[in-house]
């Protein structure tokens, strides 16, 4: 009897042990499938969110392209007069 309690002592230990150890891997897995979840969450806002920037930059960008394109033809409208103006001067 003494023995059969023994080993079945044993096996219980070892069977909890078998459960922790799984409860454990099982817990694991689970807040490393939480985690990939949140951190692919979060990717996805923060490319839309940099999408949106850059889009944002762009208008911007293309805005003080245009703008600078009308300025520089005003620059060369202005250089063209004072030169024609200055040859007008010395003739």
Avoid: C, P
């Amino acid at each position: 009897m003494v023995a059969k309690a023994e080993a079945e002592k044993k096996s219980a230990i070892a069977e909890a042990r078998r459960d922790s150890v799984k409860k454990i891997q099982d817990a694991e897995a689970q807040m490393r499938s939480s985690y990939e979840s949140a951190v692919a969450n979060e990717m996805v806002t923060l490319n839309a969110k940099r999408d949106e920037l850059l889009n944002e930059g762009k208008n911007i960008a293309n805005g003080i392209e245009a703008n600078s394109e009308a300025r520089m033809q005003e620059v060369k409208d202005f250089l063209n007069k004072e030169f024609e103006r200055t040859l007008n001067v010395t003739s």
